[in-house]
């Protein structure tokens, strides 16, 4: 048998973490309780990966005395499309998995030692962090742990002994080498595709999700991963209340319009905050002709106005770098004086959660292999038929919840095993594979089949309000897109890695296209103008993804709702 090491640089560990985020990191710092080789690789630069250090640095906090009111709450936000096992396990280890990292010496906001919170959404509130030294604050924490790391690792695909995972083929960005890592426990941690469409949340490109895929596990959830926010040209965004005084082209506002609550005003008006309701009524108003929508700060009294640009009163430590003075950064960026005139608010596109199917501790339906954070959040099926997006500060407790649980998973597993055995020609396939397109002759520019799955990916015509024709016609733009991939070329590994991220971003494109046909009903943030009703009877239902001899294969799994204790109305009373 030929030697493995004339592939590439032979890597032997026992947990191997692909992804150098808070959900990466915090399973790495577990797994090194069970094992001694734990090794993070990161495509980018691990202190810095992930989503943590563009955010705004707000983290949802469910206290245990709230914890079952949550629960209630977060299986009916997500119209009982959830795995109530999940969302249970989110609203009553959240505080505790928190307070662990708090221990670890992470920039939470506290005082006497207890987390302190604010007001953040009408059912639930929040605790901050500092985002711009979370991440630094981690990263020390692994390497005190001796928690090994590697920075500019691309990782393509997984290593396969039979059916279960044993590790994961890369290269690297900088030296061009050929990385084989061997690993008895493989986490997925590199979150979910974002699609490169704004410079905020666009380091993902569902990289993790497609290598995972290749690798036989199965995907759910995937057509509801079509998160919108809102925001301003020049990159502005700000997720304050603004969206109270939003108004269309003729100077109405419109949001109580479809959300009567709002009339009320108080906490409830400044506390709604879902991203795709708001997503869901400006783009109605604009469908209607009543569109582009505006804010118009000149009309504001003094209370609207100090709500509206002051609506969190955080220590200066723990506000996100650059959130600083709105309308300033209006004038500079934009040009415009937003007290003279009303400024257009837009859409954003962020893309959405990663459809990893998991269990409770993590693990994926593949032998070997655990995704955790943004990878697995829908997968999860902790927040039902929404993307966890929708609702401000739930990506940091889940990343943190889902990493402390699967890195406690990974390394108990790893530490049960001897060791692994990896086939030669399983990872010469891979490497060849892998390596392809940079012994291919093209002209063709990648960026411009990337273009190609953003025309499909993202108008909201396509993946925010689905009807059927539209929906076929963004799924031909998607396999003229991967028909072209097929004889894309790369002159260097830089080009390499984006090759790669577009093959990821049409996959993910495909599945939840695909998968917003199937449902042929509107639940959560799969809203069909061509089914307009939820229909729990036909309906109640996970539509899973796998592949099979090759193939995309698309299946429902019904929700277990019998056993559940939760039940729709329209299934109270019903005898399972």
Excluded at 165 to 177: I, P, S
Excluded at 275 to 284: C, E, G, S, V
Excluded at 528 to 555: A, S
């Amino acid at each position: 048998m030929t030697s493995v090491d004339k592939l590439g640089e032979v890597i032997d560990t026992d947990v191997l973490v692909i992804g150098g985020g808070i959900s990466g990191l915090l399973a790495a710092i577990k797994a090194r309780d069970a094992v001694k080789r734990v090794l993070v690789v990161d495509k980018g630069g691990i202190g810095w990966a992930g989503q943590v250090p563009f955010s705004g640095g707000d983290c949802a906090l469910i206290r245990p005395d709230e914890a079952e009111g949550h629960f209630k709450w977060l299986v009916e936000a997500g119209e009982y499309l959830n795995n109530q096992d999940w969302s249970r396990a989110f609203a009553t280890d959240m505080y505790g998995c928190i307070r662990e990292v708090v221990d670890l010496g992470l920039p939470f906001w506290t005082a006497n030692k207890e987390l302190v919170t604010v007001p953040f959404h009408k059912k639930y509130n929040a605790t901050h962090f500092s985002p711009t030294k979370l991440m630094i604050k981690l990263k020390h924490a692994a390497a005190k742990r001796k928690v090994s790391m590697l920075d500019k690792i691309f990782v393509v695909d997984l290593i396969r002994a039979g059916s279960r995972v044993v590790g994961a083929v890369g290269f690297g960005l900088v030296d061009g080498k050929t990385y084989i890592i061997r690993a008895k426990a493989t986490v997925i941690a590199n979150g979910s595709c974002r699609y490169f469409s704004q410079r905020h949340f666009s380091v993902n490109t569902g990289e993790g999700v497609a290598m995972a895929y290749r690798a036989g596990a199965h995907l759910m959830n995937a057509e509801f991963s079509n998160t919108y926010t809102f925001g301003f040209s020049g990159d502005i965004r700000r997720r304050t209340p603004l969206y109270l005084y939003f108004e269309n082209v003729l100077g109405e506002r419109f949001l109580e319009n479809y959300y009567p609550e709002i009339k009320t005003g108080g906490k409830a008006a400044q506390e709604f905050l879902d991203f795709y309701r708001i997503a869901h009524a400006m783009t109605k108003e604009v469908e209607a002709g009543r569109g582009p929508i505006y804010i118009d700060f000149t009309k504001l009294t003094t209370e609207e106005r100090t709500l509206a640009l002051n609506s969190e009163s955080l220590p200066p430590r723990y506000q996100p770098a650059g959130r600083g003075d709105l309308l300033k950064a209006i004038r500079e960026k934009l040009g415009l004086d937003p007290e003279k005139e009303r400024i257009e608010v837009q859409l954003q596109f962020v893309g959405g959660q990663g459809p990893v199917r998991i269990d409770l501790e993590c693990r994926t339906t593949v032998e070997g292999l655990w995704a955790v954070g943004d990878s697995g959040s829908l997968g999860s099926g902790y927040t039902g038929a929404r993307a966890s997006g929708t609702f401000g500060g739930f990506g940091v407790p889940f990343a943190i919840l889902s990493g402390i649980k699967g890195g406690v998973s990974a390394g108990s597993h790893a530490a049960s095993l001897a060791g692994v055995k990896a086939d030669y020609n399983e990872i010469k396939k891979l490497t060849d594979g892998m390596l392809a397109p940079l012994k291919r002759n093209s002209d063709l520019d990648v960026n411009d089949v990337i273009y190609e799955i953003h025309e499909a990916a993202i108008p909201v015509s396509y993946s925010l309000h689905r009807e059927d024709g539209r929906l076929r016609q963004a799924l031909a733009k998607i396999a003229g897109a991967r028909t072209t991939l097929a004889s894309a070329a790369a002159r260097d590994h830089h080009e390499l890695a984006r090759y790669h991220q577009a093959v990821s971003m049409a996959l993910s494109a495909g599945w939840t296209l695909t998968s917003g046909l199937m449902r042929q009903e509107t639940r959560g943030t799969n809203y069909r103008e061509d089914y307009p009703k939820k229909d729990d009877i036909n309906w109640l239902k996970w539509i899973v993804i796998k592949q099979e001899d090759g193939k995309e294969t698309f299946f429902t799994d019904p929700v277990p709702i019998q056993q559940y204790g939760i039940k729709p109305p329209s299934r109270e009373g019903q005898v399972p």
